[in-house]
């Protein structure tokens, strides 16, 4: 089954109907978000809805938890607090009660899906080789599917002895998954912070065993125009051309 791997949206329609086209283009069977559909963008209500529509599985990011109330909005920076309190005045109740369902970790085809990590599934930043090797320690999985970090890596452990290896993946890496274990972020589709401004995502074949990154070029401009007319921060708005 080849499956789009998405995740930190963050209420960037721009970027998310991009991927969408993308990735029905690439033939993707299944659509998989691993959390944060809202924060940082102005258009939270078309971002949420198109998960509703699409998502065969979304799980719950941190900011989506603040959005719901889970979480206190006193422990995200400034920007992001400033987008949460707005969003969740905002938003339809409608898709404010499908933030509520979700959960930040899940499974499917023995595969981990986790919004942060398999240690932490809402607050841990994997972005080092000691701190996946603790993760890959934690997984009952041997793929796990991790976010958070809005930056495309990949941690791979060739076998219980072997040592872990990280890669930043681009668009157009990929991944042999048949053997080892993995740790996989597709990087972020609204809010990317590896230096390039394209949407990233992730083409998952689970009958292969392989992976492949994506990149996708999106409206930029109308999104920054979004978090504008909402008065967000210009912050918010200014960081999408640079991918940080």
């Excluded at 940082?40 to 998502?55: I, M, Q, T």
């Excluded at 796990?144 to 990280?166: K, M, N, Q, W, Y």
Aim: aromatic share 6%; glycine share 10%.
């Amino acid at each position: 089954m080849r499956v789009a791997v998405i995740t930190d949206i963050h209420s960037n329609r721009h970027a998310f109907e991009a991927v969408l086209a993308d990735l029905d283009a690439a033939g993707a069977e299944e659509v998989w978000c691993l959390g944060d559909l809202v924060g940082y963008g102005g258009e939270p209500d078309a971002c949420v809805e198109l998960a509703r529509a699409r998502a065969t599985i979304c799980l719950a990011g941190n900011h989506d938890l603040a959005v719901t109330g889970a979480l206190s909005i006193e422990d995200f920076s400034r920007g992001a607090a400033i987008s949460a309190r707005w969003t969740s005045k905002t938003i339809a109740e409608e898709n404010l009660v499908f933030l509520r369902g979700l959960e930040p970790s899940g499974e499917d085809s023995g595969v981990g899906l986790y919004h942060a990590s398999p240690r932490d599934p809402i607050w841990e930043y994997v972005l080092t080789i000691p701190l996946a090797e603790r993760c890959l320690d934690a997984s009952p999985q041997r793929i796990s599917l991790i976010g958070h970090s809005h930056i495309a890596l990949a941690f791979g452990r060739p076998d219980a002895d072997g040592e872990t290896i990280v890669a930043a993946a681009r668009g157009g890496d990929g991944a042999d998954l048949t053997e080892g274990q993995w740790l996989l972020n597709p990087g972020s589709v609204g809010q990317p912070r590896d230096g390039d401004p394209r949407a990233a995502w992730l083409l998952l074949d689970t009958t292969a065993m392989s992976a492949e990154w994506r990149r996708t070029d999106y409206d930029i401009e109308g999104a920054a125009a979004a978090i504008r007319a909402a008065g967000l921060p210009d912050s918010l708005a200014e960081r999408l051309g640079y991918g940080q």
